[in-house]
Each structure stands twice: as C-alpha cells, then as structure tokens.
C-alpha cells in the first residue's frame, strides 16, 4: 500500500524554543517496497513513523495510507491506531519477558479476539516463515538478541498488515548479529507483499536493506533515491557527507564543455562529470577515498592528477585508511593493504572525472 504525506508539521515546546520535528516533510513511499528514513538522531525520523502509525498527532497536513486519509488536520480526520492495521517493530522489541513466545506472538490476534484455531494456525505461520518453529512454549526471556528480534517480526506480521514499521530495530545487536539479522530482515520482506517504512541513522544498514532511501535533515526530506543513486549521485552535501567517508572541497566552476565541468580548488583544477551546476557558480567537489587512484611513476600524467605527500596511514584489515597532504588540505585515501608506501612519502594521485562529483554546498 502506498503512503502519502502532503505538508506534514509538527512542531514541539521545549523552555520556550520551538523544535520543528517535521517541518513541511511531502513524501510518496512507494508500495510493497522497502523505503528507508536516513538521517541523524533529532531529524524528526521516529516522530514521522509515530505519525504514520497514529502514535503521534502532527499540528498540519494530510496522511494516506493507499485509499484511506488516516489524518488530516483540515478534514478533520484522525484514524485510531489499531484501525490503520499496520504492524510496527520497535526499537526495544516490545517483547514481553513473562509470556513465552507463542502468546508474545498471538497477543495482536488475541486482542482482537479472533477464533482460537485462527490464531494457533497463524502463530504457526509465522513462526515457520521467521525460522522459529518449536519455540513456541520458550519464555521470551530465554532468547537470544536476534531471536527475540525475530519474535518482534512475528508479531508485527501476525495480522497480516499491509505496512510495516520499524524504528531502529538492530541497533540493540551486537555488529555481528546486526548485520547477519539485516540480510535476514531483507530476504524476508521482499519474499512478503508489503510497504515496508525503516528507519535508521545507520548509513550502512540503509544502503543494504532498502530499495528507496529518504535522507532527512532538521524534520525536512532532502532527497530521495535508490541506495546507489544517493551514494553515487547525491546532489547535496549534506547527503554526500552522511552516507559515506568523502573527501569534500570547495570548487568554482569555471567551464563546461562537452558534458564535462572543469573546476578550480585550492589543490587544483579538476575535470568532473557535468551535473548541471551554472559556469561561475559554486560547488562542492565530493570525491570519494575507494576512486583516489594513487598512481605509479611511470604512468603518463593521468587527468585529474594531484600531488601530494603521505600524511597519515591507519591499518583496518582489508586497505590502509590514509591521508594525502596537498597544500594545506588533507585527502582521504584508501591504499592497498601491501603497499609499500609509508607516512612522508611524496605521492601522486588522480580520480577519474566520472567519480568527481559536484553537489550543492
Ligand atoms: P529521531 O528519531 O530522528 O532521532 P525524533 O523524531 O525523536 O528524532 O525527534 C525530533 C526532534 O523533536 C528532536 O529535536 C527531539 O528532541 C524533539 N522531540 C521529539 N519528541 C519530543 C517531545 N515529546 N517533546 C519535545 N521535543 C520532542
Ligand atoms: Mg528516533
């Protein structure tokens, strides 16, 4: 089902300031996807879902929810919670230690009363489909993270929602279980027909597990796309910055030619793909450490060269995190874990055009 959000506000009190939570925020999350809100902690994402899930009553706007206006401040309208019949994930899983997993599991169909046999038949379901079948009379308690997660799931799925939430749900896992509980987490929503709204300050965990991401920045949306577009092709700094490790530098854009943009830094001049910022304006080159090519001496002087002299190198396993020095400014690099490059050495490096990104300051 798909969900619209038109002109969405809510602003809160707090020692006389006012916090705009959701300021203006206009979003079409796509159906039976994974849509993805990615932002820092204070952007307004839980506040968002809470008023997606009726948890929250914004002061201006409309929501949909497919055919259904389930809030709207100048209709009038607000749908109760339980009757938007959507399952939402928290992100302290909401499990219940004195009941064992089944009744953890059947409780939203117990609420609504349902026939005994029906919700035995439908506990069972699910448990099968999140690989927990013969758990049933185990107390929550004696779970583990990812289990305990995996009942979350279930139950937020037992009523057979059209949407599902989630607000953070991994960030309780240790790294490990995190990333194993997110691949799982994926597999079993693209297997089901559902609007799936996830949010997460996670970078990483945005990139692996959605199919459309929102960045949200001081209760505002500033773009959407899918994972390899906003990594790729951001158009604003702030997206550039918060998604991956970049180097960013200021740039004027002196010339376009050809679908390319020639640009002056203070370490240099650079030829970039063409991204449709005017000649004479401003920007911000945003150049990514994995596309730094530290070149060999006895290649031809590639485009886009620079030289510059090892500053700093960092060991992580696979590469050596390291810093070029150019001028007064430092550029982030990734060097092979065999290098034979150490702190001091005088280097030269290119970045191909087509990874020299312009994004508005
Ligand atoms: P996020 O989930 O992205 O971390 P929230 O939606 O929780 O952000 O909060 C957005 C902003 O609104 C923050 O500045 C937060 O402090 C503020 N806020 C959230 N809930 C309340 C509340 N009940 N009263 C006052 N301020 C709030
Ligand atoms: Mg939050």
Not at 247 to 273: H, M, R, W
Not at 279 to 294: D, H, K, Q
Not at 296 to 307: G, H, K, M
């Amino acid at each position: 089902m798909e969900i619209r959000i038109t002109g969405l506000k809510k602003y809160y009190k707090s020692e006389g300031n006012v916090i705009k939570a959701l300021d203006d925020v206009n979003l079409v999350i796509p159906s039976n996807r994974i849509f993805t809100l990615l932002g820092p902690s204070g952007c307004g994402k839980t506040t968002l879902l809470r008023s997606i899930v009726g948890l929250e009553a914004p002061d201006e706007g409309e929501i949909q929810i497919g055919d259904t206006v389930v809030w709207s401040s100048s209709k009038n309208i607000f749908v109760p919670t339980e009757k938007r019949a959507l399952g939402m994930v928290f992100q302290t899983y909401a499990i219940w230690p004195h009941m064992n997993v089944f009744n953890n599991i059947a409780y939203p169909l117990q609420n609504q009363k349902r026939p005994k046999d029906e919700i035995e038949s439908r506990v069972r379901e699910v448990l099968k489909f999140v690989q927990l079948e013969g758990f049933e009379k185990r107390p929550a308690t004696r779970l583990s993270g990812g289990q305990q997660q995996r009942v979350a799931l279930a139950r937020a799925l037992v009523a057979k929602p059209k949407v599902i939430l989630f607000d953070e749900p991994l960030s309780n896992l240790d790294a490990k279980l995190r990333e194993e509980t997110r691949k799982e987490l994926r597999s079993f929503l693209t297997e089901l027909e559902i609007t799936a709204v996830y949010v997460t300050h996670d970078r990483v965990e945005a990139l692996a597990l959605s199919d459309n991401i929102g960045v949200m920045r001081s209760g505002k949306i500033i773009e959407i796309g899918e994972p390899k577009k906003i990594y790729f092709h951001p158009e604003h700094q702030f997206v550039a910055d918060f998604i991956g490790r970049s180097n960013l530098i200021p740039a004027s854009i002196q010339c376009i030619e050809g679908g390319y943009s020639t640009v002056t830094t203070d370490i240099g001049k650079f030829v970039c793909s063409d991204t449709g910022i005017k000649a004479g304006s401003s920007a911000v080159l945003c150049i990514r450490p994995e596309f730094v090519e530290v070149a060999s001496a006895e290649e031809p002087r590639p485009v886009n060269a620079v030289e510059g002299v090892v500053h700093s190198m960092v060991f992580i396993g696979e590469v050596y995190e390291s810093e070029i020095k150019v001028n007064d400014r430092l550029v982030m690099v990734k060097l092979p874990a065999d290098t034979k490059l150490s702190s001091g050495d005088p280097v030269t490096f290119h970045v191909k055009p087509e990874h020299c990104l312009l994004v508005s300051e």
